[in-house]
């Protein structure tokens, strides 16, 4: 039980869905099958128990759970797309007088030395990178590497029945109960089990979500009030 909370711990910490049914289910049976420790088999001259094979092989399988939910992550990272509100950390290697930290303006773009405005909104890390190269290539650098990170995610905007409304700082991996506790905590009137969400880069209608729910930068989250 002690490996399916670590791993459980880990996925959290990556921004994972974390379901403990199949985990917990799969080490159940492991422990079944290695419990009897009567049960051992020989290697090198050693008799090794099965029990103590399976202790040692825990570790193993908390660390692949581990890269599974990292990879995830940087999966994540590599799909989102920037917007106005973004603040990104643009590195041209070897000209520093190109590099800086730049703020998405209200048209979606950001200001460069040398080359000017260039449009960011909708575009991935990747992709923006591939369009600044672009403008620098061939006219002012033979042979630009360019690379992009997001500083500051834009903020998220929580309304409804929570203590304190209002715009908050993104943290990456946030969900809605996160959401909910940046903002005060529940009012007594706040229906607490089924929330509102309007993605930022949906369709503009709200979604019906869970306290467990992603919450991206940008979204509106809204706490309805309770019947009764």
Known sequence: MLQVQTMSRMCSLCGCRFSTKIPTLAW????????????????????????????????????????ACAGQAVAQEARYTLD???KIKIVVFGHTDLSGEFLLS???TVAMPLIGEVGAQGLTLRQLEGMIIGKLKP?????????????????FYIIGEVKNPGTYPYVSGMRVVNAVAIAGGFSYRARRKEMLITRARGNGKPERVG????????????IPERFF
Not at 211 to 222: E, F, K, M
């Open 84 to 86: 106005t509100g973004d």
């Open 139 to 155: 006219d002012f650098l033979k042979n630009p590497q360019v690379s992009a990170e997001v500083v500051n995610y834009r903020p």
């Open 211 to 222: 306290p467990s729910t992603r919450v991206l930068p940008g979204d509106v989250v809204a």
């Open 106 to 108: 209200s048209t979606g």
């Open 28 to 67: 159940r049976t492991l422990r079944r099958r290695w419990r009897d420790s009567t049960m051992s088999v020989r290697k090198g001259g050693r008799i090794i128990s099965r029990a103590a094979m399976a202790r040692a092989l825990g570790p193993w399988v908390v660390a692949l759970m581990a890269l």
